[in-house]
């Protein structure tokens, strides 16, 4: 059985996700352990798997993205043997960079990076409209991204609460919004 975790793994879970890079010692001090305690609760949270793997962000265009687009496709039918099918072929295109399997109007959601538009046609007609699961896809383009951390829930902490406006803070957003 997993041992639970406690305020510093989530303190340590949320440091290192902020910047994966940070030296051991750093680390210890961020989450004010020894940096004995720290690596051997930091190993604990890789080889349980909290901590899946480590990852550089890279600018899309230095390695020739110059489009990214999300694809929502519609199965043609709910079977088992669709779902994997399709999901397979799309975990095996290099351009699909994130793939979710979702409920609603669509099966998938398919983060795509291409290097151009005439690249995200080919994808579209060539490789994912062609397949015999698909009965529809929709493509909108990513105009920006803007990525997060995962949000980490801590048992032990409060939720936080939502943030009261005043009507006269809420008339001036109306306004702003018209």
Known sequence: MKKPLD?????????????????NKELAAKVHLSPSSCLERARRLKDSGVLEKFCATVDPKAVGIGFQAIISAKLNGHTKENYETFREHALGCEEVVTLFHVTGANDFLIHVA?????????LILEVLSARAEIEQLETS???????RPLPIFSSSEPRPQPV??????????KTRLR
Not at 141 to 147: A, G, S
């Open 114 to 122: 291409v290097r151009d538009a005439e690249h995200l046609r080919q």
């Open 141 to 147: 383009m990513i105009l920006e991204e803007t990525r």
């Open 7 to 23: 305020d510093i793994d989530y303190k340590i879970v949320r440091a290192l996700q902020e910047n994966a890079r940070l030296s």
């Open 164 to 173: 009261a406006l005043s009507d006269s803070k809420v008339r001036a957003f």
